[in-house]
């Protein structure tokens, strides 16, 4: 059987490209991945909030795979509406299922929070909107931000065609000297070629927003991570 050791749900926007292929690879045995998606072109405030009205079709659907828990792999799309939006996601998805929910908005600060992080250093593929609602998202949740830098790209599909070396690179840009840890921001972006590459180089913690997602969907099934899990979250 398909999930033997847990099925995981996952919604997505229809243009996300990247989310799915970085957890299939990364899954452990016996933990299967079932889909829904909500329509999304554009990466801004109007469609991001929109979007997310579909929030009770997906779950609906992803129900009848009986699925064990829930994931909304979107990191601005459950954050655009300031502080407790993450929560209020995780809520309705908890009522729509009946099965535990996890929001990337909310899985980002759990991680944080298990390495110890209270200084950050972002880089995003965003707008500068959406940079200035991540921002003091994070803030209201009382992490220092010291630098957040985007790419100002708004067309999501975009977004999932960077390569991860231009995550790479844009990290180095950052004002990280004095940050606990650095942030790449966006379930669309590849990011987890590069995140024990920069561990190494940075010496200090490297979060994403899939694989802070992944981490806290995991521990909601009760499945330790497989040994090819990037990066120090897997270790905590």
Not at 54 to 70: N, P, Q, Y
Not at 127 to 149: M, S
Request: proline share 6%; aromatic share 6%; net charge negative.
């Amino acid at each position: 059987m398909n999930g033997w050791r847990g099925r995981l749900g996952l919604i997505v926007p229809s243009s996300n490209t990247t989310n799915e292929p970085e957890f299939y690879r990364t899954l452990p045995d016996g933990v299967s991945l079932h889909t829904s998606r909500m329509r999304l072109e554009d990466a801004d405030a109007g469609n991001l909030t929109e979007m997310a009205d579909e929030v009770e079709r997906c779950v609906e659907l992803l129900s009848t795979a009986d699925v064990d828990a829930i994931a909304y792999g979107c990191t601005t799309g459950s954050l655009v509406k300031g502080p407790g939006y993450d929560e209020e996601i995780e809520s309705r998805i908890r009522e729509a299922a009946g099965v535990p929910g996890v929001a990337t908005a909310a899985a980002i600060k759990r991680a944080f929070d298990a390495l110890g992080l209270e200084s950050l250093a972002i880089t995003t593929p965003y707008i500068e909107d959406l940079n200035r609602r991540e921002d003091e998202f994070l803030d209201a949740a009382g992490y220092d931000v010291h630098d957040i830098t985007g790419l100002g790209i708004k067309p999501n599909l975009t977004i999932g065609e960077q390569q991860p070396e231009t995550a790479y690179r844009e990290v180095q840009t950052l004002a990280h000297a004095d940050a606990d840890g650095v942030f790449i921001s966006c379930t669309n972006y590849r990011t987890f070629e590069v995140i024990e590459p920069l561990e190494r180089d940075l010496d200090k913690p490297v979060v994403t927003s899939n694989q802070a997602t992944l981490w806290n969907a995991l521990e909601m099934l009760g499945v330790d991570p497989p040994k090819n899990a990037p990066g120090r979250l897997f270790d905590t």
